[in-house]
Every structure is written in structure tokens, then in C-alpha cells.
């Protein structure tokens, strides 16, 4: 016999507001403040970033944060203590896979900066095409000889660069070659003049990006160096091997944001 129309309506509203109930407990759990406090808690404890899922954190191109992507851009309008439960686990994977890789994570590493010391003033007057090609001459310079010493790039600041090494011989050597190699470029009779500057420290690895205090420090290290100069931080300078090098005397380093007792030393080929 086929059932009343109005008893099968009756039961299909039935069962729309029981899920539209079931719904609201579930969203009324998922906004709770205790759960979310719980949760919040829970991302600190754990390894990893626990502000991981912003486009900070989420910059580089590991799996965890194109994953982490995917979910943000559909994140709820709203609180909600299971998006950040499945952050977190998203957290803890990109924690491991960083400890996993090579001088990542919370690490030390040997952070380098260089740039061109009167760089813009001569590319006003040289123009663009030849600015262009003295960029990618010097960039090939750099860059190789920081990739040949096991550096990698951070991130290219227009006519220098930030990189970071897993041992600060390697990262002295690599500015060092670096400087020679630019000894070889000329464009439009002009030659470049880099000034570098290597610090050796603990940055926190936010993303593909390094920051932190020590960052700030190799910063300025860099930009109290002369033309053709590399400078050292005087702590980076006792953890290597000076047999083949010239070491200046200590020099305080006058910038802000430096400890007022930091010391640098000029390094070159002896």
C-alpha cells in the first residue's frame, strides 16, 4: 500500500530538523571558547609553528603548506576549533618535514646578506638595459659561488641576496669566492663593488623565510661593510678556521638594532 503523502512529508521534515539540530550542536561546539582555548592550547604544545596557515607561514612551496593553503582559502567566516585542529596537524607535518631537511627548522644556520655599494647611483646614469645585465652577471657570480659552497638563496633583494648556510666556514668561503668572482664582471666599463656581511645564529624559519634577532644582526653586519669587504661578526669569526685568512681587528658595530657589546672583523684572503 503506498504511504500517505503527508506522512512522507511529515517525516522528511522530520529528518531536515534533526540534521539542522544536530548542525547547530555540532557549530555551537566547534565556536565553543573553551574548545577553541583547548585547541589553541593544544597547537603550542605540539611541535611546529603554531601560528601556521597564515601567508606567512604558508610562503614556500612544501606540500604541508600547499595543503594549508588550500584549506585557509576555505576556512570558515567564522571561529572555528576544528579548522584549527586540522591546522595544527598541518603544523606538526611541516614541523617534521623541516626537521627532516637539511639546516632547516629551529636550527642555527650562517645567515649572509650582500648587496652593491653605489649600485643605484650608477645605474641612474646607465640605464635599464645595462643595470639589467650587470644584475644577472653579478647574480650568476654570487649565486654560484654560494650554491657551489652548499648555500641556499632565501630570497634575492634586488641587487643582493640573503642566504643561509649550515656551517659558517662554508658560508665565509662562499662570500670570499664570491668576491673574487666579481672581479671578473664589467659592464659598460663599470665593475660592481659588493659588500657582504656573515652571522652565525639561530633564526626562526617562518615559511621560506628566516626572522628573527639574528637576522636583523647579519643585516646590519652587511650593511656596515665596505665596497669588496666581507664582515664577520666577531662570535661567527671563533667558530672558523683562520689558517688562509686575513683578520682585521675587532670593531664595535655601530647600528640599531645590534647589541651595543657586538663586534665584527673584516675578513679577506691572506
Known amino acids: 500500500m503506498a504511504e500517505e503523502p503527508d506522512a512522507a512529508d511529515a517525516r522528511e521534515e522530520a529528518a531536515r530538523t534533526r540534521l539542522a539540530r544536530m548542525r547547530e550542536a555540532a557549530v555551537r561546539v ?5 574548545v577553541l582555548d583547548a585547541v589553541a592550547r593544544l597547537r603550542k604544545r605540539v611541535p611546529g609553528d603554531a601560528k601556521f596557515g597564515d601567508r606567512l607561514s604558508t ?3 612544501t606540500p604541508a603548506s600547499a595543503v594549508a593553503r588550500g584549506v585557509s ?5 567564522r571561529p572555528s576549533a576544528l579548522h584549527e585542529f586540522g591546522m595544527g596537524a598541518l603544523q606538526v607535518w611541516q614541523s617534521l618535514a623541516e626537521s627532516a631537511g637539511r639546516g632547516r627548522g629551529e636550527t642555527e644556520v650562517t645567515i649572509v646578506f650582500t648587496d652593491l655599494v653605489g649600485f643605484s647611483s650608477w645605474a641612474l646614469q646607465a640605464g635599464d638595459e645595462a643595470a639589467l645585465d650587470l644584475l644577472r652577471a653579478v647574480g650568476d657570480a654570487v649565486e654560484d659561488a654560494f650554491f657551489n659552497c652548499g648555500g641556499r638563496i632565501v630570497k634575492r633583494l634586488g641587487d643582493g641576496v640573503m642566504a643561509v648556510f649550515d656551517d659558517p666556514q662554508a658560508a665565509l668561503e662562499a662570500a670570499l669566492e664570491a668576491q673574487t668572482a666579481l672581479g671578473s ?8 663593488k659588493m659588500r657582504a656581511g656573515v652571522h ?14 639574528d637576522v636583523n644582526i647579519a643585516a646590519r653586519v652587511a650593511e656596515q661593510a665596505k665596497g669588496g669587504e666581507v664582515l664577520v661578526s ?3 669569526v ?3 678556521e683562520a689558517e688562509g685568512l686575513k683578520v682585521s681587528r675587532a670593531r664595535r658595530l655601530r647600528a640599531d638594532g645590534a647589541p651595543r657589546d657586538m663586534r665584527v672583523r673584516a675578513v679577506s684572503r691572506a
Not at 566547534?30 to 573553551?34: K, N, S
Open 185 to 192: 664582471v664589467e659592464v659598460a666599463g663599470y665593475r660592481p
Open 73 to 77: 582559502a576555505m576556512e570558515p567566516d
Open 200 to 213: 652565525h645564529g639561530c633564526p626562526r624559519k617562518v615559511g621560506g623565510d628566516y626572522l628573527g634577532v
Open 238 to 240: 671563533q667558530r672558523v
Open 30 to 34: 566547534d565556536t565553543h571558547p573553551a
Open 234 to 236: 666577531e662570535a661567527t
Open 59 to 61: 610562503g614556500d612551496k
